[in-house]
């Protein structure tokens, strides 16, 4: 059952992130959610770079299988030391995109007044089946959680 659990509330990110543009989350968090536009777009962004901090990780585990490291260990101590060869590189590439990041937002005068919008937040009938089919598929997943 904590399977279960765990699957709805994992399940949900790829779905938002794959449904729905970074500028609507961003909008909706500020004007619906009245969160600081700051806040949001470090939420988008870090939701953003999951994925490829995912593939970043596949090419180092690749080209750590490469130079023929053993990534298996068999306690619990080669198994950890083992990922220091791989959270070392996949640190510095991560440092180097939100530097890179960081000039960018900079030379776009990020937080320099006061932020205007374009486009506007509103609320759907498909957004109220969404959230209904959400409600309901949690509600189902608890009653069969407590059986």
Do not use: W
């Amino acid at each position: 059952m904590l399977a279960l659990r765990m699957l709805a509330m994992t399940s949900t990110i790829p779905v938002l992130l794959a449904t729905t543009p970074p500028k609507d989350m961003i909008v909706a968090f500020v004007e619906k959610l009245k969160v600081p536009y700051t806040y949001a777009l470090m939420l988008v962004t870090s939701l953003r770079f999951i994925p490829t901090l995912q593939e970043e990780l596949s090419l180092v585990i690749q080209a750590q299988r490469a130079r023929a490291y053993d990534l298996e260990g068999r306690n619990i101590i080669k198994r950890f030391l083992a990922l220091i060869p791989l959270a070392i590189p996949l640190l510095l590439m991560s440092v180097q995109r939100a530097r890179t990041m960081a000039i960018s937002m900079e030379t776009r005068a990020f937080g320099a007044g006061p932020r205007t919008s374009l486009h506007t937040s509103t609320f759907q009938m498909l957004d109220i089946g969404v959230i209904s089919s959400c409600l309901l598929l949690t509600a189902v997943l608890a009653i069969v959680s407590l059986r």
